[in-house]
């Protein structure tokens, strides 16, 4: 299976990734348009290799334009306390994912993920390397969607900066 990341979010990795992961990014995957298409099998050995530490997503966050700015963020790495985003950001989401299904419906494009693709997106997030997984709740904490069903959308992905889906 083949990975799409924005070239624009990869740049914007440089600013708290190190120089070593971006590189490695850049050697195996191939440029088409605005996306460096990867292999799944060399994305993986690279999020291996540079296993990323908590605070960096924390980090990548705060940079988020989209960022609460009320979190309590903190650099010591410490998971960052449950504050879901506010009901209009969630209904934005919402209306957003509806837009990107519509979209692929009309332009004939997948819908959803198969159980296994859909099953290796979960994984990520219930390892909650990110650390804004609420195993309690099921749902992530970034952007408030409920994992099982936005994992299970073909156009839908992870809401960091640098997606880990
Ligand atoms: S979607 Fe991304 S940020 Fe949200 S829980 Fe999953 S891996 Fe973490």
Sequence with gaps: MMYAMHISDIEKAKEYRPKEYIDALYKVGVIQGNS??????????????FQPERVDF???NRKDPNCCGK???????????KQY????????NLAGSAGRAAKAVVSGDK?????????????I?????CGF???EKARCIKCGCFSKFKTRLANE???LPVRLW
């Design 36 to 49: 460096l298409i990867i292999r799944s099998s060399d994305l993986k050995r690279i999020w291996e290799e």
């Design 58 to 60: 924390i980090t990548a």
């Design 71 to 81: 979190t309590n963020h903190n650099v010591s790495g410490s998971v960052p306390p």
């Design 85 to 92: 985003p506010s009901i209009l950001t969630m209904a934005k």
């Design 111 to 123: 819908l959803l993920r198969t159980d296994e693709e859909k099953q290796k997106c979960l994984d």
């Design 125 to 129: 997030c219930q390892t909650n390397k």
């Design 133 to 135: 997984y609420d195993a």
């Design 157 to 159: 992905h992870c809401p």
